[in-house]
């Protein structure tokens, strides 16, 4: 094993939250590219350091796919919830009633709809 793969540091893994692989140089990277890449398959990620400062995050296809989805609601729950709000605004008489109200009262309704959970 070479230096600077001996050399691995993990202090600048803990300045990246959630990062748990092990931590690179970038010369490491560019000197000892199948190494690196091992320790990706094995560890799903790993970080890549510059001068000890993080800079990157190399990581597996699989893992990569896996947070762009975590990131983006599905279609299918986007669409369950725009179809159960035109429900709720199209149920019985709801914006005859909104429009008949006073501020205080469509204040302290539209206060509640705010605090409730959403699905």
Known sequence: MT???R????TPAALVPGMQGPSFTRTALAGEIQRVSKAVQAQGEVLITSHNK???VLMTVERYIELQQAS????DSLSREFDQLVA?????????????M??????QIALQAATLPRT
């Open 54 to 56: 993080p800079e990157m």
């Open 72 to 75: 983006r609601p599905s279609l």
């Open 3 to 5: 230096s600077a793969l």
């Open 102 to 107: 006073d501020g205080a009262e469509l204040g």
């Open 7 to 10: 050399q691995q540091d993990p």
């Open 88 to 100: 709720r605004m199209q149920a019985g008489t709801g914006a005859a009633d909104a429009f008949a």
